[in-house]
């Protein structure tokens, strides 16, 4: 616990993070940055009438390890190619110009009267996965080392794309990969350093964020192995976290009367006890929670006010706006 660095007189707290600033709370933002050169996107490929990029993108999921060899323009042109199996038409000439000396082609849909109904999943999931890898730089998960990822960002990735995003949390640390599918995907990435071999690499370094989205995501691929839906984790209980002379304990209550299951947004749901032990002075403070998420809950009236706790089956993940963030073993479990 990096993060609780000076306690002030007469019972206020000061919490300060050490090694960086306070986090306000960032958005995913996906930026795809298109090539719009159409000479650039035509340069290369190949002018045989029976040529596809990608032959099988109709017909089956691509993985990365098929497509991450293709430059940023041959993946746009891969994508065009798969509106261009149905018919539609291209506004850039050059791109009109390529799919017309395909024997395959038959351009006949105008691209504003495209409609995109026609492509099959299978298609739509090939579209996606190279949206996402359209620049050297993207990321699966922009930000997962910053701050929390969402349920709603979880539910839209595949199970093979949760384990990408998970391995992109390790790649930032510069992991090696043995499946060559990975090594291949994060060596295209531009903000890849691959140095530290899977045997050697210490998750100590990971922080608070990437442990939780770690476990987010692996809690994600559950889902979907077992077919059901993210579970409400029922978390009542006693949880602390020691380094040095200091230690924190957190009690968590949940309200007998309320379904935590079904519970929404802003509901209160129970009450949360800190302690915290500094050696010669013990300081305490009681709070409420309050429902965020699908297992996140937002601190109100304590010295954690505002601060989230991200719910586990076996300890609780606290981020405070202020820098007092860290993961909380369960050591009591309290009967709901």
Not at 130 to 156: C, F, M, N
Not at 200 to 229: M, T, W
Not at 294 to 315: E, I
């Amino acid at each position: 616990m990096t993060k609780i660095c000076k306690w002030m007189a007469a019972g206020i707290t000061a919490f300060t993070m050490m090694g960086g600033s306070c986090f306000a709370g960032l958005q995913a933002v996906p930026a795809y940055a298109a090539v719009v050169d159409g000479d650039e996107l035509v340069d290369g490929l190949s002018r045989d009438a029976g040529y596809y990029i990608l032959p099988e993108s109709s017909k089956r999921e691509l993985s990365y390890d098929d497509i991450s060899y293709l430059s940023a323009s041959e993946k746009q042109m891969a994508i065009n190619e798969i509106y261009a199996r149905h018919g539609r038409k291209f506004l850039i000439p050059q791109v009109q110009k390529y799919f017309n000396e395909k024997s395959w082609y038959k351009g006949t849909v105008e691209a504003s009267a495209f409609d995109e109904s026609v492509l099959s999943e299978c298609e739509e999931e090939n579209i996606g996965k190279l949206l996402k890898v359209t620049t050297s730089s993207s990321y699966v998960l922009e930000g997962s080392d910053t701050r929390y990822i969402t349920d709603e960002e979880v539910a839209a990735l595949t199970k093979d794309e949760m384990q990408l995003a998970i391995n992109e949390i390790y790649a930032r640390h510069g992991r090696k990969f043995a499946m060559k599918e990975y090594r291949d995907y994060f060596n295209s990435k531009s903000w890849y350093k691959g140095t530290v071999n899977p045997d050697d690499f210490n998750e100590g370094v990971l922080n608070a964020y990437e442990n939780a989205n770690i476990q987010k995501l692996s809690q994600g691929i559950k889902s979907r192995e077992s077919g059901s839906s993210a579970s409400v984790v029922n978390f009542a209980g006693a949880y602390s976290v020691t380094e040095g002379d200091t230690s924190v304990r957190l009690e968590i209550s949940l309200y007998t009367d309320v379904n935590i299951v079904s519970a929404v947004a802003g509901d209160e749901v129970g009450t949360i006890y800190v302690e915290i032990d500094i050696g010669d002075e013990i300081i305490t403070s009681r709070g409420y929670l309050a429902k965020e998420g699908t297992n996140t809950y937002l601190v109100s009236d304590s010295d954690l006010n505002g601060a989230t706790v991200t719910a586990f089956s076996n300890c609780v993940i606290v981020l405070d706006s202020c820098g007092f963030d860290d993961t909380y073993t369960l050591v009591e479990r309290y009967r709901s």
